[in-house]
């Protein structure tokens, strides 16, 4: 069931073209850079990754963290261990958990796409005085914190 708006402050049309185009066309730009990599990952491989090399070990942290399930993360999890990109232990000290660790090869494909992300994200931003790169950061900010809280209350979480 949609929201409604919190506020009763109009949207110009083209603002909101740009909030539904503009993450679509990240999302596609984020694919094209990660399917070309060496070690091929989808954004969501990239994510899971990233955030075990960061020390999220267990598949309950990554699926709160990703908004998503725990059979998601799961058969996400089991294809990068496939690929020898993330290992399994189990945990010391519950038997029934797995705690997650990342790989040397995990580890550099994590490096290669972050390298790869950042030349994106600068050649992005070149067109935008350093001045402005603030008001540009909050207001990103603001709207994935807005999205983050919108997916958390349609998931029954808010």
């Known amino acids: 069931m949609a929201r409604r708006p919190v506020t009763e402050r109009p949207v110009e049309g083209e603002t909101q073209d740009l909030v539904v185009a503009v993450p679509a066309r990240l999302s596609r730009l984020n694919q094209l850079i990660l399917a070309g990599l060496d070690t091929r990952l989808t954004f969501q491989q990239y994510r899971t990754l990233s955030r075990?090399?960061?020390g999220q070990t267990s598949l309950s942290e990554l699926?709160?963290?990703?908004?998503?399930?725990?059979?998601t993360v799961s058969e996400n999890?089991?294809?990068l261990v496939r690929r020898g990109l993330l290992a399994t232990a189990q945990s010391e000290h519950?038997?029934?958990a797995i705690i997650l660790g990342i790989t040397d090869k995990g580890r550099a494909a994590v490096e290669a796409?972050?390298?790869a992300l950042a030349?994106?994200?600068k050649y992005l931003l070149a067109d935008i005085p350093a001045k402005d790169l603030?008001?540009?950061t909050r207001a990103l900010q603001s709207?994935?914190?807005?999205a983050t809280g919108y997916i958390g209350e349609q998931l029954g979480g808010g």
């Open 119 to 121: 030349d994106a994200v």
């Open 52 to 54: 075990v090399a960061a």
């Open 77 to 79: 999890v089991d294809g």
């Open 113 to 115: 796409a972050d390298a």
């Open 63 to 71: 699926a709160a963290r990703g908004n998503i399930s725990l059979p």
């Open 143 to 146: 709207l994935y914190d807005r």
């Open 134 to 136: 603030p008001v540009v």
């Open 94 to 96: 519950d038997r029934r």
